[in-house]
């Protein structure tokens, strides 16, 4: 290959590996933006839901709000999640695969040699996606909360 072409070549992949980056983060932020404010906006909904069954004597004033209808919340959160873990993950191969190929270019034209890291520790490689799925976890686990706290008469500030 010519000079200016493996020039033109590792340019265009180092800039690639930069807007994969830039990519990733905001996808990471702007995922978990989106579902802490739907985890938010479940809550109105779900207090406004609770009111109505009862208002409809369906339930009393002093019941939980039923699990399944706790969950059809957590199920969106899930598909949320799973939707933004997805994106996240298809941008990362790309990254993989320019790293890759910047790597295996040979001689490059900067001289600089790339080393990429290795981590055997596969948790650490899934965390960015992982994090995702937290929040309908935790949405699950306040349910349980107030479950156990009514069962075991403890008693938390949110009013429903």
Same mark, same amino acid.
């Given at each position: ?15 690639? @590996?930069?807007? %994969?980056?830039? +990519? $990733? ?7 978990? /933006? =989106? ?22 004597? @369906?339930?009393? %004033?002093?019941? +939980? $709000? ?7 919340? /957590? =199920? ?85």
């Amino acid at each position: 290959m010519e000079p200016d072409q493996l020039k033109m070549r590792e340019q265009w992949l180092r800039e690639e @590996l930069r807007a %994969a980056r830039t +990519l $990733l983060v905001s996808q990471m932020q702007w995922g978990m /933006t =989106v579902l802490a404010a739907v985890g938010l906006n479940l809550y109105y909904i779900r207090k406004d839901a609770k009111l109505h069954l009862v208002e409809q004597k @369906l339930l009393k %004033a002093n019941e +939980l $709000l039923p699990f399944f209808r706790w969950f059809i919340g /957590t =199920v969106f959160l899930l598909i949320l999640a799973s939707v933004f873990a997805s994106a996240m993950r298809r941008v990362a191969l790309h990254h993989r695969a320019y790293r890759t190929q910047l790597r295996e270019m040979n001689p490059s034209y900067s001289g600089i040699v790339e080393r990429i890291p290795v981590a055997d520790n596969r948790f650490l490689n899934n965390t960015p996606y992982v994090l995702f799925f937290t929040i309908p976890c935790l949405d699950l686990v306040v349910w349980a909360l107030f479950y156990a706290g009514e069962k075991l008469q403890l008693s938390f500030l949110i009013p429903w």
